[in-house]
């Protein structure tokens, strides 16, 4: 099973920043969109935020305004930047690509925000 690899996870201070960055393995081709998603405890698994090939985003109104989404150009790394933390959005987050063959996941990296 090809997996996702991200990194950039952390704890850290409401009102602070990081970054996530999702490499995905050179197997993976014709990837046409890619997503991050997150995991809170007890919580159910939620969209974050959307790319496309095209670079058309969307974000979940949570995070509206706070975090970003991109991609390089050959789509071979996704990116979160994530500015002005709050607790509630600590969680697990993955990142995931689909292909018009089916869809790749990573593990995940957890992000801790500190009141």
């Known amino acids: 099973q090809v997996q996702l690899m991200e990194s950039g996870g952390g704890v850290v201070q409401a009102g602070g920043s990081l970054r996530l960055s999702c490499t995905v393995p050179?197997?993976?081709?014709?990837?046409?969109?890619g997503a991050w998603y997150r995991q809170g405890p007890g919580k159910e698994r939620e969209l974050v935020a959307s790319?496309?090939?095209?670079?058309?985003?969307d974000y979940a109104d949570s995070v509206q305004g706070r975090f970003s989404i991109s991609r390089d150009h050959g789509f071979k790394s996704l990116y979160l930047q994530m500015n002005n933390l709050k607790p509630e959005d600590t969680a697990v987050y993955s990142c995931?690509?689909?292909?018009?063959?089916?869809?790749?996941w990573g593990q995940g990296t957890q992000v801790t925000v500190s009141s």
């Open positions: 995931k690509v689909v292909t018009r063959g089916g869809q790749y």
């Open positions: 050179g197997r993976i081709v014709g990837i046409i969109a």
């Open positions: 790319i496309t090939a095209g670079g058309g985003t």
